[in-house]
């Protein structure tokens, strides 16, 4: 909406902002063809101040005497050349602009959190919100690593089939890749959400000497447990010793490609991320496809390129984070005390992962399942199927968390910093209605737009695919159908439950993933007494369940979310400590004492060297 931008008398004056309904306004700060003096210094005011410029001309500026009619349509022409070469010249980097250009552009700037440091020997001003840089980044550290998986999965079995690598062999080479995947992603879901919330604390405080080394306590907690698990399968899986050490690597490889996602999400350098991403795959299919040239083409072979590439991935993120954080911290294991102190995480990350991946085994033991080789399963028509329908919801996990970190975030945290002695009652009230009214336009569009990406995905993408040769069937066209629309569910649903995490009420959100994961499996289950057709319909029922569920408690938690905060807290706060807390203080007190002593050995040993030299 433009109107206009100094108010005078009875005109409706406006900001370059977004008001409470959504409507962004863009008021016009000059307009007519008179050159006069007041446009004038308006038009140098606001290059000085916002660095923008706009020009409303009306048709009764050439028809009404009053505002230039009489001096003619040459005369108002030429001043408005005059003014725009001014224009141009006085405010060369400014971008010239439509309608929607210009709201997007308010959009932006009304959306920027300013974070001003002021010290003696200086002025630090950090900028967050920005919607491109949170779109982007967001998708590089939401979408990236599971991309890199598809990539992988049909990369590597594309540079096999080329050739020549026999049909069973891409089979067992797509089980361990996709082994690997759910492996890393299950045990990583155990300490995910833990340490998210760990880490969070800890910047929240600034501690940020102490995130480092809380990222090698949850590898060196992590790695030993995976790879013990997981060698215990791959010894009973009738594979190759050099196979068991590729999937070993590969397995460590995910394992701390995933755990360090959730640190990676303070780091703002997008480029070294992205460069890490492009590097992990040139190297990885570019090198597979030139030894194919000259050595015969293996399993092994190409499980040495997976675990390059995820090798490489795994370097540039751990240079990226030594690169951010200081690398001071001595508290390795702290973190395990948060898994007593936010039970419910380790519930909604264990159960959430079961509900999303469940299915997928299952479907391996049913009748379109196959024995592919020792204790290695596959359902292809059914796994390929379900590949492409998840990425359809990497489109509404990416919009969701930049929307809340640029739109809902701003209304949440002022919310509840009026809590904290600040507002009046009035302004309170004010900012819940404020919040809740972003909050539900944001789940409506976020909806709307997966709505969208799956109603493109069952048309186009059904299109799309049928011509690529993947052996789509009738059998496989139903599988992908099913499981779109369950996937789209699932992201709407999973958004609400994240939504509640905001809130913090863990209990409501670690419910609904038990809700979804137990319908998705048992329903999984029964569904392998049935026909073949029917495998999908239980995950997409299990999805519906979780969102009906997350819908009903974020419903009735916002209806009566004063008492939520102020009076369904404790009042007295209790440390909760158990096993986690003891163990995580043993370790700890253990790696101190070996630290202090290595520490204690150096500096010996530098005052020997210094007394030798001085002799």
Same mark, same amino acid.
Request: glycine letters at 10%; proline letters at 2%; a negative charge.
């Given at each position: ?32 063809? $008179? ?91 950090? $900028? ?149 991403? $492009? ?242 499996? $048992? ?93």
């Amino acid at each position: 909406m433009a109107s206009t931008y100094l108010p005078d008398g009875d005109t409706y004056g406006q900001e370059f902002d977004v008001d409470p309904s959504g409507m962004i306004n863009t008021p016009r700060i000059v307009s007519g063809g $008179v050159k006069e003096d007041y446009m004038r210094f308006t038009a140098f005011s606001e290059l000085n101040f916002h660095l923008a410029a706009s020009h409303f001309m009306h048709p009764d500026d050439l028809l009404d005497e009053d505002r230039g009619a009489a001096l003619g349509w040459e005369s108002a022409k030429d001043t408005i050349d005059e003014y725009m070469k001014w224009l141009n010249e006085s405010a060369p980097p400014m971008r010239h602009l439509t309608g929607s250009g210009i709201a997007g552009a308010v959009q932006r700037y009304t959306n920027l959190i300013l974070d001003v440091d002021q010290r003696d020997d200086g002025i630090t001003i950090e $900028v967050d919100g920005l919607i491109d840089s949170a779109y982007g980044y967001t998708g590089m550290i939401t979408a990236g690593p599971m991309l890199l998986g598809i990539f992988y999965l049909m990369g590597i079995g594309g540079i096999g089939n080329h050739f020549g690598l026999e049909q069973h062999s891409r089979e067992l080479l797509t089980s361990m890749i996709s082994y690997n995947l759910l492996t890393s992603l299950i045990v990583t879901g155990f300490f995910s959400m833990v340490v998210t919330r760990y880490v969070s604390d800890l910047l929240y405080q600034d501690k940020e000497e102490e995130v480092i080394g809380s990222l090698s306590g949850s590898l060196f907690v992590i790695l030993p447990i995976g790879c013990l698990l997981y060698g215990i399968f791959l010894m009973m899986s009738g594979s190759s010793l050099i196979q068991i050490l590729l999937n070993l690597s590969m397995l460590a490889e995910l394992l701390c490609v995933w755990m360090m996602m959730n640190y990676l999400t303070a780091i703002k350098n997008y480029k070294g991320i992205l460069i890490g991403y $492009v590097a992990s795959i040139s190297v990885s299919l570019g090198g597979a496809y030139i030894a194919c040239l000259f050595i015969e083409v293996s399993i092994n072979l190409l499980l040495v390129f997976v675990c390059i590439g995820y090798g490489i991935m795994m370097c540039v993120d751990m240079v990226l984070l030594y690169q951010y954080f200081p690398a001071k911290g001595s508290d390795f294991f702290s973190f395990l005390h948060w898994i007593d102190e936010y039970r419910p995480l380790v519930i909604i990350g264990v159960f959430s992962s079961i509900g999303l991946y469940s299915h997928l085994v299952i479907a391996w033991f049913s009748g379109v399942g196959k024995h592919i080789y020792g204790l290695y399963y596959g359902a292809p028509q059914h796994d390929i199927a379900a590949l492409f329908a998840f990425m359809t919801i990497l489109i509404t996990n990416i919009n969701f968390v930049a929307s809340v970190e640029v739109h809902f975030y701003p209304k949440y945290r002022k919310y509840y910093d009026l809590f904290n002695g600040k507002g009046s009652i009035g302004e309170i009230q004010v900012a819940e209605k404020e919040m809740k009214e972003v909050l539900l336009h944001e789940l409506v569009y976020t909806a709307r737009r997966q709505f969208y990406t799956t109603a493109i995905m069952l048309s186009v993408g059904m299109t799309l695919l049928n011509k690529l040769p993947l052996g789509f069937d009738d059998l496989m066209d139903g599988y992908f159908r099913v499981l779109c629309v369950g996937y789209g569910i699932y992201a709407i649903g999973n958004v609400i439950m994240l939504i509640l995490m905001y809130f913090t009420d863990y209990e409501g959100a670690g419910i609904s993933t038990v809700i979804f994961a137990v319908v998705s499996t $048992v329903g999984s289950i029964y569904s392998i007494g049935l026909n073949v057709r029917f495998y999908g319909f239980a995950f997409a029922f299990g999805a519906l369940a979780y969102l009906i569920f997350c819908t009903i408690r974020l419903y009735d938690f916002l209806g009566n979310i004063p008492y939520h905060i102020l009076a369904s807290q404790p009042m007295v706060r209790r440390e909760r400590r158990s096993v986690f807390t003891y163990f995580g203080e043993e370790l700890n007190r253990f790696f101190l004492d070996k630290y202090r002593k290595v520490r204690l050995d150096l500096n010996e040993k530098m005052d020997n060297k210094m007394k030798d030299k001085n002799m």
